[in-house]
């Protein structure tokens, strides 16, 4: 035979049912009603774990201005991505993504490589590199 729920388990119920309404009311008032509230909780997608982090997309353009997606692994003469170092599978920049293309302009002489970089910042993703600026030209003396 079951014993009647006593006050204090009530109580207890009571208290989880309310944290959790306040924590999901936070998102939901923003998202779905777009409402700020400086009361409620603000998701955040980063806050510093994975704020290391770019996505890269390496194209070579042809002169016609068409292009095609360039895997960095395969050029750089790397079978698995994970036989390559660190550094070339974990972008965390876009200066980094810049100096992999470099290198992989040396595997391609003459060829136009252009990257397109996003990268994790505390206000979202933000394209820092927009695939403009061939990476294999000459860097004249000035400039970055």
């Given at each position: ?36 509230s400086d009361l409620l909780p603000q998701w955040v997608m980063?806050?510093?774990?994975g704020l290391d982090v770019c996505t890269v997309d390496y ?84 400039e970055g």
């Amino acid at each position: 035979m079951e014993s009647p729920p006593r006050p204090r388990d009530a109580l207890r119920l009571l208290l989880l049912g309310l944290g959790a309404l306040y924590l999901g009311a936070g998102p939901l008032v923003r998202q779905v009603l777009g409402h700020q509230s400086d009361l409620l909780p603000q998701w955040v997608m980063f806050t510093g774990f994975g704020l290391d982090v770019c996505t890269v997309d390496y194209r070579q353009v042809d002169e016609d201005g068409g292009s095609i997606h360039l895997d960095r692994f395969a050029v750089l003469g790397y079978d698995r991505p994970r036989d390559a170092p660190r550094s070339t599978w974990r972008v965390q920049s876009a200066d980094e993504a810049d100096r992999i293309g470099r290198r992989m302009c040396k595997k391609r002489p003459g060829a136009d490589i252009r990257v397109k970089a996003r990268c994790a910042r505390r206000s979202g993703w933000k394209t820092e590199r927009k695939a403009d600026t061939n990476l294999c030209a000459p860097i004249v003396q000035g400039e970055g």
